[in-house]
């Protein structure tokens, strides 16, 4: 069962796999509905405690197996190929079109108790198709723990459709081989739904794949204004679409927004890649503070050859032969064919009774910079983030190790897991008391759970602390849902003063617009 259990401070979760549904229609152009399933699988209910294995990571399991990525394996490759790749689950499926409504048949291989759990079934007409996924995703988590919290109703509300067409333009951009026709699908996926982020995301990595840096750019950028904390948009889609706006700024040469981006990923989940590149942005901007971040990703992967050399580069430009021949001695350990590490490495050592021509000098190598995101490592790790975050925090302030937890614990609540997040923002309390981040939290744990007078009482008590917008919001939702408008306006007037670009507040700027003005309307006459 999915859920908080504690082993060593460790949150253990459970492993998932979603094959794409068979088309059970008669009805023709409906293939692309069946690839879909996965996708948005994936997107709603990959948390930190329900690890959802990504498309590349299935198709990996599909190459070792010897299955062409098209076809529908039998029930017997099915168990195979979940065996190999250690899941506790697999979702299998079907869709029918009968012309007015689609129905879909959804059942949970339970590889654990080796017994396939009894199906469900959600049917709607073929445009309310995003809350029929929402509908079975919520019946998947129900199956696999019956005390799941949150009503079906409120969970299907809580996930934003993605327009039908724009999905369609996604997956078929997703199933695309030449990186033209993806563009062209994703493109126009994020143009019939501006707030696509994954489509987003997408788009700007096929554009950093061909060097188009500033659109790249341009098209991650996108997430930031359009990503929040919502089921259907996890801050793991904002983490990778910052990684790659990282890269891709790196390579246009804005470092000021490289370095801004990936310290967005840094402070939400600290990854030895990050780390490093930020060191090496941070020697490209003549910053000191580069031989500490690679400091830091050595701490976190002692083993990656490339950190060890990138300290070496930073420590034989500050004149620390000594510590730059240790770095690169260490690199050449894991990487010994390495010619770049040797070249370096000879330049600072050498040889008995070889003179050194005046003036002449070794051109110092550049710094390696990281360029793959390991989706799969990445939320494999956040299934142990308890006991990872406890290691790597040990040497942190509190500060970043309360802001870590709230970042946790917020994916938690978003994905409906009030217990668990509430967990992560008292841990996030007692680590850094000074903070008002989880305290106006765990007001949104009691807001999500309909104890308004709990969520009242914590928002006023981060308040006391210090102000913050995200409490006023906090307040000034709960007063619109007590109708209480003029107390609502204050608290939404005091969030937006503390932080004009909220976008919680400006929406509720505009609810509350929209209720005065409902409320003003003359009655009409009979």
Same mark, same amino acid.
């Given at each position: 069962?999915?859920?908080?259990?504690?082993?060593?401070?460790?949150?253990?979760?459970?492993?998932?796999?979603?094959?794409?549904?068979?088309?059970?229609?008669?009805?023709?152009?409906?293939?692309?509905?069946?690839?879909?399933?996965?996708?948005?699988?994936?997107?709603?209910?990959?948390?930190?405690?329900?690890?959802?294995?990504?498309?590349?990571?299935?198709?990996?399991?599909?190459?070792?197996? #010897?299955?062409? %990525?098209?076809?529908?394996?039998?029930?017997?490759?099915? /168990? =195979?190929? @979940?065996?190999?790749?250690?899941? &506790? !689950?697999?979702?299998?499926?079907?869709?029918?079109?009968?012309?007015?409504?689609?129905?879909?048949?959804?059942?949970?291989?339970?590889?654990?108790?080796?017994?396939?759990?009894?199906?469900?079934?959600?049917?709607?007409?073929?445009?309310?198709?995003?809350?029929?996924?929402?509908?079975?995703?919520?019946?998947?988590?129900?199956?696999?723990?019956?005390?799941?919290?949150?009503?079906?109703?409120?969970?299907?509300?809580?996930?934003?459709?993605?327009?039908?067409?724009?999905?369609?333009?996604?997956?078929? #951009?997703?199933? %695309?081989?030449?990186?033209?026709?993806?563009?062209?699908? /994703? =493109?126009? @996926?994020?143009?019939?739904?501006? &707030? !696509?982020?994954?489509?987003?995301?997408?788009?700007?990595?096929?554009?950093?794949?061909?060097?188009?840096?500033?659109?790249?750019?341009?098209?991650?950028?996108?997430?930031?204004?359009?990503?929040?904390?919502?089921?259907?948009?996890?801050?793991?889609?904002?983490?990778?679409?910052?990684?790659?706006?990282?890269?891709?700024?790196?390579?246009?040469?804005?470092?000021?927004?490289?370095?801004?981006?990936?310290?967005?990923?840094?402070?939400?989940?600290?990854?030895?890649?990050?780390?490093?590149?930020?060191?090496?942005?941070? %020697?490209?901007?003549?910053?000191?503070?580069?031989?500490? /971040?690679?400091?830091?990703?050595?701490?976190?992967?002692?083993?990656?050859?490339?950190?060890?050399?990138?300290?070496?580069?930073?420590?034989?430009?500050?004149?620390?032969?000594?510590?730059?021949?240790?770095?690169?001695?260490?690199?050449?350990?894991?990487?010994?064919?390495?010619?770049?590490?040797?070249?370096?490495?000879?330049?600072?050592?050498?040889?008995?009774?070889?003179?050194?021509?005046?003036?002449?000098?070794?051109?110092?190598?550049?710094?390696?910079?990281?360029?793959?995101?390991?989706?799969?490592?990445?939320?494999?790790?956040?299934?142990?983030?308890?006991?990872?975050?406890?290691?790597?925090?040990?040497?942190?302030?509190?500060?970043?190790?309360?802001?870590?937890?709230?970042?946790?614990?917020?994916?938690?609540?978003?994905?409906?897991?009030?217990?668990?997040?509430?967990?992560?923002?008292?841990?996030?309390?007692?680590?850094?008391?000074?903070?008002?981040?989880?305290?106006?939290?765990?007001?949104?744990?009691?807001?999500?759970?309909?104890?308004?007078?709990?969520?009242?009482?914590?928002?006023?008590?981060?308040?006391?602390?210090?102000?913050?917008?995200?409490?006023?919001?906090?307040?000034?939702?709960?007063?619109?849902?007590?109708?209480?408008?003029?107390?609502?306006?204050?608290?939404?007037?005091?969030?937006?003063?503390?932080?004009?670009?909220?976008?919680?507040?400006?929406?509720?700027?505009?609810?509350?617009?929209?209720?005065?003005?409902?409320?003003?309307?003359?009655?009409?006459?009979?």
């Amino acid at each position: 069962m999915v859920g908080r259990n504690i082993v060593g401070g460790t949150i253990v979760g459970h492993t998932m796999v979603v094959i794409p549904f068979e088309n059970d229609s008669a009805v023709p152009g409906l293939e692309w509905l069946g690839e879909s399933f996965p996708e948005t699988f994936h997107e709603q209910l990959n948390s930190p405690i329900l690890y959802v294995s990504s498309r590349d990571e299935r198709l990996r399991a599909y190459d070792r197996q #010897g299955i062409p %990525a098209s076809v529908h394996p039998s029930r017997a490759t099915l /168990y =195979r190929l @979940a065996e190999q790749m250690d899941v &506790d !689950y697999t979702v299998l499926g079907s869709y029918k079109y009968d012309g007015a409504r689609l129905t879909a048949v959804a059942q949970l291989l339970d590889m654990r108790a080796q017994k396939l759990l009894p199906a469900v079934t959600e049917s709607a007409p073929l445009a309310d198709f995003g809350a029929l996924q929402s509908a079975l995703a919520w019946d998947l988590l129900h199956l696999i723990r019956a005390d799941f919290s949150v009503p079906k109703d409120r969970y299907i509300a809580s996930v934003t459709p993605v327009r039908l067409d724009a999905l369609e333009n996604y997956i078929h #951009g997703m199933l %695309a081989a030449r990186a033209e026709e993806k563009v062209q699908r /994703y =493109r126009e @996926a994020t143009r019939l739904n501006p &707030d !696509y982020a994954q489509a987003w995301v997408e788009l700007g990595k096929t554009y950093y794949a061909q060097r188009n840096y500033e659109l790249a750019i341009a098209a991650l950028s996108q997430v930031q204004q359009s990503s929040s904390d919502s089921v259907s948009t996890s801050g793991a889609v904002a983490r990778e679409a910052n990684f790659y706006l990282g890269l891709a700024a790196y390579d246009h040469g804005d470092f000021a927004k490289s370095e801004s981006a990936f310290e967005f990923v840094a402070a939400r989940l600290p990854l030895a890649e990050v780390y490093n590149n930020l060191g090496v942005v941070a %020697a490209r901007r003549d910053h000191k503070k580069a031989g500490g /971040y690679f400091e830091r990703a050595i701490q976190n992967d002692p083993s990656d050859p490339d950190y060890h050399f990138n300290m070496g580069v930073t420590l034989s430009q500050a004149g620390d032969r000594a510590g730059a021949n240790r770095e690169l001695h260490t690199a050449l350990e894991y990487r010994p064919n390495d010619a770049e590490t040797k070249m370096l490495l000879d330049s600072l050592t050498p040889a008995a009774g070889s003179i050194v021509p005046s003036g002449l000098t070794t051109k110092t190598p550049l710094e390696r910079i990281k360029r793959n995101y390991e989706e799969d490592a990445f939320r494999q790790m956040t299934m142990q983030m308890g006991s990872w975050a406890e290691q790597q925090f040990a040497r942190s302030d509190p500060r970043a190790h309360a802001r870590f937890q709230v970042e946790l614990g917020k994916e938690l609540l978003a994905h409906g897991f009030t217990t668990e997040a509430e967990a992560e923002f008292q841990h996030a309390v007692e680590v850094d008391p000074s903070s008002t981040a989880p305290v106006t939290a765990i007001a949104e744990v009691y807001e999500a759970r309909g104890d308004a007078r709990q969520a009242r009482a914590q928002a006023e008590a981060s308040l006391r602390i210090r102000e913050s917008a995200e409490a006023y919001v906090v307040l000034a939702r709960l007063d619109l849902s007590e109708n209480r408008m003029e107390s609502a306006a204050q608290n939404i007037n005091r969030a937006l003063q503390l932080e004009p670009g909220n976008l919680a507040g400006q929406d509720l700027k505009r609810t509350l617009a929209a209720k005065l003005a409902e409320k003003a309307q003359p009655l009409s006459q009979p």
